[in-house]
Every structure is written in C-alpha cells, then in structure tokens.
Nanobody, 125 residues
C-alpha cells in the first residue's frame, strides 16, 4: 500500500488547513489514522477512523478543532484542521491498519502497517 499525504502548508494561528491521504491499494480494507511529529519528539497520535462504520478517535488537544473523514470509494482520508495553533506545527503522517486486526483503532505507531511520507504544517503566531 502506498499512501500519499497532501495539503500541508503555512497558515497563521486561527486559520484552517485540510489534509488528504490517498491510498493506492484498493483491494484491502484499512482503518486509517493521522499522526504528527516535531523534531526531537516521538510521533504523536492525532486521530483515526475505522473502515466500516467510520468510528473516530481524537487526541485530546485536537478534539473539537480537527475532524477526520474518509471516502472509501476514493480510498482517501481527510483531516480538516480548524482553529490552528502554533503547537500544531509538525509533519503530519497518515497511516493504515488492516481492518482484519482485532482492535480497530490504536494510538501506537507500531500498530500501523503502512505509512505515507508526511506533509509539513506550519502555524505562525
């Protein structure tokens, strides 16, 4: 599976961005997630969405500001980011986890099977 993340950029605090993650592999079913990472820090869970019922989970600091959605017909996941803060500055990665796994959503990076390259999001104050 190849994942292509896009939509990053530079915005001022309070602004919005929409990230997209398109998966090349369409034969399998995957739960999808967003993570982010800043230099010197571990990769951090942002949010995830399940394959079939679209159940979502968010990290507390983004809950209410970020919204994950997906279009299974297009094999694409989205991350709508509103009310952005300077602390949201990071490289954002998308990842997928096989839908056959017993636990649909996890927050641990090693639990994900494939990763995209990442897209930079910079929020200035």
């Amino acid at each position: 599976v190849q994942l292509q993340a896009s939509g990053g950029g530079s915005v001022q605090a309070g602004g919005s961005l929409r990230l997209s993650c398109e998966a090349s592999e369409t034969r399998s079913q995957y739960h999808m997630a967003w993570f982010r990472q800043t230099p010197g820090k571990e990769r951090e869970f942002v949010g995830a969405i399940t394959w079939r019922d679209g159940k979502k989970d968010y990290e507390d600091s983004v809950r209410g500001r970020f919204t994950i959605s997906r279009d299974n017909a297009k094999d694409t996941m989205y991350l709508q980011m509103n009310s952005l803060k300077p602390e949201d500055t990071a490289v954002y990665y998308c990842a997928v986890r096989a839908a056959s796994r017993p636990t649909p959503i996890t927050r641990a990076p090693p639990d994900y099977d494939y990763w995209g390259r990442g897209t930079q999001v910079t929020v200035s104050s």
